[in-house]
């Protein structure tokens, strides 16, 4: 099963976050990072603490 939230409305060009089975990847082809699924829960969890802002 894998979930795909793009993160621009406008098309299906722009940068991705898909959560697979064991990793989450978040990019695009050429500029790409994958995450475990324990490190994809810590960056929740920093986000939910409020310790990663939005950026001004």
Known sequence: M????VLCND???C???EVG???V???EEGN???LTRAE???LVDK???GELKALP
């Open 47 to 49: 986000v939910k603490a």
């Open 2 to 5: 894998t979930e795909k939230v």
């Open 25 to 27: 990847r978040i990019g």
């Open 21 to 23: 089975e064991d990793s």
């Open 32 to 34: 790409l990072v994958v």
């Open 40 to 42: 994809w829960n810590i």
């Open 15 to 17: 940068p991705a976050v």
């Open 11 to 13: 098309c299906q060009h």
